[in-house]
């Protein structure tokens, strides 16, 4: 009996198709002999395949998926699984004639000797699965390309994520509990070293760092106040921080994504803000002889700095996704803003209301996260109900994020801003320069408020130092 590797381009001519057809990618020979040694090794193999997401449909024939579905529920039940049992569980349910017989599981578990070769006809059949997949999803794109009704660009967003979900679905790396405490090890050492208090990526404020320990990766932060709170303000400052390295951490590139504000505008507040110039004054012609080469100082600084901005009005979902994919591939940016989450659409689900589509632009911004691997920053509006419930103080609370309570579900930190001047009544009213930022949720850290300054006529928040004025006096 062979046991030698099969060599597919001499196999011998496929039984499912007919002359003169093309045949999908598939090996029948691999098939079989990977069926072969699950029969003769169930106890390990039948893991094997699970780990390596192999299921039914990774088979091409018929029959073989039959055989394949029938181990996999004999192995849920921990039933005793070789060719005498497949068997009898076949004929138990009226299915051992249509995978052709016992001569068929006989030929399979007789047609290896050995189970030596049964990670390479995984390898075989798995890799056959991935390019029919490829060609199913392929021609799914063809045939939507010619509906009128989908935009061009929605179509290519959807098209990459189907491509590429196909390829997420390859097992990944076998990481033992050894080597993710060692791991984690390495980050203690680090913290312990560096005295920092930071796991994720600084924002460039200590008291907000000392609060979150950073962004983290795979995480959805989300920003959220009333309007005019400065909350874009505060996401393009940390997103400044980033790419210019505050708090000793190296430079990173950060993309954002400006659904309501212009490219343009954005550099001028953020050439502005770091020059120290009213972007206001400016506007209005208020240029004093300094500010000329303050602003030419910024210019140079943050044109070299690795900052990509688009400001595509109403994106979708997947295409966001896609747009900060490829970035994501061809820049390592490190942190995605997104301002703000209300302008995103997410067509597919526009129909079933507004909260439900909300609910999937959410879920689908914490998904890319996870798959992207680092921190996505993402603003949101807050209802009136702070200011209905308090109009004292106008505090919020998670439940007065808009349209949907599953932005409070799916993000790992909320944090809502507020401006205690913008209150008559409130306590703090008399401070113009304080902010409030309440951590209202944090997964993996505490709650709490961090107490911030911000220069309204310079757009810019820091850190705030109790009992010192601005000036400091």
């Not at 939507?144 to 959807?158: F, H, V």
């Not at 400052?237 to 993309?255: C, D, F, S, T």
């Not at 995605?336 to 129909?351: C, G, N, T, W």
């Not at 109900?385 to 998670?398: F, H, I, N, V, Y």
Request: hydrophobic share 40%; glycine share 8%; proline share 4%.
């Amino acid at each position: 009996m062979a046991t030698a590797r099969p060599n597919d381009s001499t196999e011998r001519p496929h039984p499912a198709v007919r002359a003169g057809e093309r045949v999908p990618p598939s090996s029948i020979d691999a098939e079989q002999g990977l069926l072969g040694c699950v029969l003769l090794e169930s106890a390990t193999l039948v893991d094997r395949c699970i780990e390596q997401h192999l299921t039914p449909e990774a088979f091409f024939l018929d029959a073989h998926r039959e055989i394949f579905d029938t181990i996999l529920r004999m192995h849920e039940r921990h039933e005793p699984i070789d060719v005498l049992t497949v068997i009898g569980r076949l004929r138990e349910e009226n299915r051992l004639e249509g995978v052709g017989g016992e001569e068929t599981l006989l030929a399979l578990s007789e047609g290896v000797a050995t189970t030596a070769h049964a990670g390479y006809f995984m390898e075989r059949v798995y890799d056959n699965y991935l390019r029919r997949r490829v060609i199913v999803t392929a021609t799914s794109i063809v045939e939507s390309c010619y509906d009128a009704d989908i935009e061009a660009k929605t179509l290519l967003g959807q098209a990459e994520q189907d491509i590429l979900a196909i390829g997420q679905e390859r097992p990944g790396e076998d990481k033992s509990w050894a080597a993710i405490v060692k791991s984690e090890f390495g980050v203690i050492e680090k913290i312990a070293r560096e005295k920092k208090g930071l796991t994720g990526l600084s924002t460039g404020f200590v008291d907000l760092d000392r609060q979150t320990l950073g962004l983290q990766p795979d995480s959805m932060i989300v920003l959220a106040a009333r309007p005019s709170m400065g909350k874009t303000s505060l996401a393009l400052n940390i997103a400044e921080n980033v790419v210019l390295g505050a708090r000793h951490q190296p430079p990173r590139a950060v993309a954002v994504f400006s659904l309501e504000m212009s490219a343009d505008a954005l550099a001028r507040r953020m050439l502005c803000g770091y020059a120290g110039v009213s972007a206001f004054d400016l506007a209005k012609g208020k240029v004093n002889r300094d500010d000329v080469p303050k602003l030419s100082g910024a210019a140079d600084v943050l044109s070299k700095a690795p900052i990509f901005i688009d400001d595509t009005p109403g994106l979708e979902v997947a295409e966001l996704r896609a747009r900060a994919r490829r970035l994501r591939h061809r820049e390592d940016i490190a942190l995605v803003v997104i301002d703000y989450l209300q302008l995103l659409h997410y067509s597919k689900f526009a129909r079933d209301g507004l909260q439900r589509e909300t609910a999937a632009i959410s879920q689908g911004i914490k998904e890319m996260a996870k798959e992207l691997g680092i921190p996505v920053l993402i603003l949101s509006q807050l209802n009136r109900a702070a200011e209905t419930r308090d109009a004292k103080s106008g505090k919020p609370m998670l439940s007065d994020l808009r349209d949907s309570g599953a932005i409070e579900q799916d993000a790992d930190i909320v944090m809502l801003l507020r401006r205690p001047s913008r209150y008559e009544n409130d306590p703090d009213h008399d401070d113009e320069r304080l902010a409030i930022v309440d951590i209202a949720k944090n997964r993996n850290g505490p709650i709490g408020k961090v107490r911030m300054d911000f220069d309204g006529a310079l757009t810019r928040f820091s850190d705030r130092i109790e009992g010192v004025a601005p000036d400091g006096t």
